[in-house]
């Protein structure tokens, strides 16, 4: 019951120093208000600038003990777990209070008992402390320099003139065309001291490698109320959810879930191309939840392109085909915000995407794809926080995702049918017809990726080159957006395929 429509932050920028400095002031994609902190510790000074949206309290977002200041951005799923190994648990109402509360008393390992969508820092003593949840799905970024390390949680808030002069940080990603920038990988806590900025990465969760084996009725039960509890944990009291429905089993499932808690909105989006709006259609009269249809051309879905790129801040081509579909859709919202459940990521450890029949192709599947997703930002809240809204994913709940992962690939793949685990599932609550449904990523569903081509077809790319161009575009894209900080309104698709094209033709691919 703690959760509002909005966390008490979207995000942050901070920054730590030995002597006296500010944080960084952007930009950023997130459209936020912003709140100040600065904090005199003992051996530091700790600022930072909180981006809230409009009714949330963004002093629930940070909180001073001692000679600590802890800051979050996000949300905490497992609250209850978490409150009853403190002894006065019950005092802390806000995830910032309840992780400064844990770091007292389990230090840097109170990050492998949080399950949230959150990225945290922790100034403590001499030590600034950098954390992601277990999938990363809240970029983190730092920029350090001895007695001086900024952090955002969008990359593109850290770009600098002046040239790097911080130490490199093992085990981070170093973000393409932003010297000293490094990313904060999944599931890690990055623990710095502040006066070298020298530091040392530390896990708190991994993928597993072992496969369980449990009877068809066992798994089922499993699937279920794993992603049931998932759901409950997402929504907020009082607050009417509003799914992202596609008609897939995915996102179909989800609503079911949060339909059988209350009411709930449901939205399709489809191009003048193509959509899947019957499908959703089935499953929202089944629900009788509040549907809606958003219709978006496709030049003006591939005009989005800039701002997909600079919310997501990934060089990936793939990954922006996928979430081009979501950005638009988030951004033609109303202006009022909205707590946003999506069916995104299930693909990921049930191998959906790969139409695989052969059990060891799907499990490497599978585990390929669950050593390389992080920094694709994938399930970034940027997305959405791009136009004021908040998103989570269910099928990336830590519990979920642990359990999913897990499974032998026979309970994924099973009677000729893909993602058979959770079809089976979700029996009870769906129409046949949707249970039974083929998966369609977003991607084809909306046309986008067959559009996107046709694109670089017209303005003269071969068709060998297109995979290679959309990377250049993407990357023209990220260079201009996130490198040189520029508003995708004053960034355009047509320019960057221009440029894109002049390098393909130069062969700099
Ligand atoms: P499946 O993977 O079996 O097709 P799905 O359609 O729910 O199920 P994806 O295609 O992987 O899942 O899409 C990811 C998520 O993006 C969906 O679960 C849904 O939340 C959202 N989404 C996809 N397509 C649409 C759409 N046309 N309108 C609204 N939301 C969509
Ligand atoms: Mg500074
Ligand atoms: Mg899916
Ligand atoms: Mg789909």
């Known amino acids: ?14 920054a730590a120093h030995a002597g006296g400095g500010r944080a960084p002031e952007g930009p950023v994609a997130t459209r936020a208000l912003r709140a100040e902190i600065g904090e005199a510790l003992s051996v530091q000074a700790f600022s930072a600038t909180v981006l809230h949206g409009p009714g ?12 600590t200041v802890v800051v979050v951005a996000g949300e905490f799923y497992n609250q209850d777990e978490l409150r009853s190994v403190l002894p006065d648990g019950d005092a802390h109402d806000g995830d910032a209070g309840l992780l400064a ?53 969008e990359a593109k808030a850290l770009a600098t003139q002046a040239m790097p002069k911080g130490p490199s940080l093992p085990g981070t990603r170093r973000v393409p065309g932003l010297p000293g920038v490094h990313q904060v990988p ?57 799914a992202v429905l596609s008609g897939g089993i995915d996102s179909s499932a989800v609503a079911a879930l949060a339909a059988a808690r209350g009411p709930i909105d449901s939205l399709s ?20 939840t509040d549907h809606s249809e958003l219709v978006i051309p496709m030049d003006e879905l591939l005009r ?24 638009s859709l988030y951004r033609r919202l109303p202006d009022t915000p909205r707590r946003i459940l999506t069916g995104y990521g299930a693909d990921i450890p049930l191998a959906g995407m790969h139409r695989e029949d052969r059990l060891p192709q799907l499990d490497s599947a599978v585990a390929h794809d669950m050593a390389t997703f992080d920094g694709l930002n994938e399930m970034s809240p940027v997305l959405a926080a791009v136009h004021g809204h908040w998103t ?10 642990d359990l999913l992962v897990g499974l032998e690939a026979g309970l994924k793949r099973r009677y000729g ?30 046309g986008v990726s067959v559009a996107f081509t046709r694109l670089l077809s017209d303005n003269g790319v071969p068709d060998r080159d297109i995979a290679t161009a959309k990377a250049l575009v993407v990357r023209e894209l990220f260079d201009r957006t996130v490198v040189d900080g520029g508003h995708p309104d004053h960034v355009s698709t047509e320019g960057a395929i221009r440029t894109a094209l002049h390098r393909l033709r130069q062969g700099a691919a």
């Open 101 to 153: 509360a844990l770091f007292d008393r389990y230090d840097l390992h109170a990050f492998r008992l949080v399950n949230g969508r959150f990225a945290a820092v922790v100034a403590s003593g001499a030590r600034l402390c950098a954390a992601t949840d277990h999938a990363g799905s809240v970029p983190l970024y730092l920029r350090p320099a001895p007695g001086d390390i900024h952090i955002a949680t």
């Open 417 to 446: 049918r893909d993602k058979w685990v959770l079809r089976s599932a979700m029996t009870d609550l769906l129409p046949e017809e949707t249970v039974a449904r083929p998966k369609l990523g977003v991607h084809e569903g909306s």
């Open 304 to 327: 989005q392109l800039p701002y997909t790129v600079w919310a997501a801040e990934t060089l990936d081509a793939d990954i922006i085909e996928y979430l081009l579909p979501l950005v």
């Open 1 to 14: 019951a703690h959760l509002g429509t909005l966390p008490p932050a979207l995000g942050f920028l901070a």
């Open 56 to 67: 949330a309290d963004p002093g629930r977002a940070w909180t001073r003990a001692g000679d």
């Open 269 to 288: 989006m489809g191009t003048d191309l193509s959509d899947e709006f019957p499908h959703a259609q089935v499953v929202a009269k089944h629900l009788a």
């Open 186 to 242: 999944a599931g890690t806590v990055l623990e710095l001291a502040v006066d070298s900025a020298g530091g040392t990465l530390h896990r708190t969760w991994q993928p597993p490698s072992a496969r369980r084996i449990l009877h068809e009725d066992e798994a089922r039960r499993a699937v279920r109320s794993a992603l049931e509890l998932a759901v409950g944990r997402r929504l907020a009291a009082g607050v009417k959810p509003l």
């Open 392 to 401: 989570s994913h269910p099928y990336w709940d830590r519990d979920v995702l």
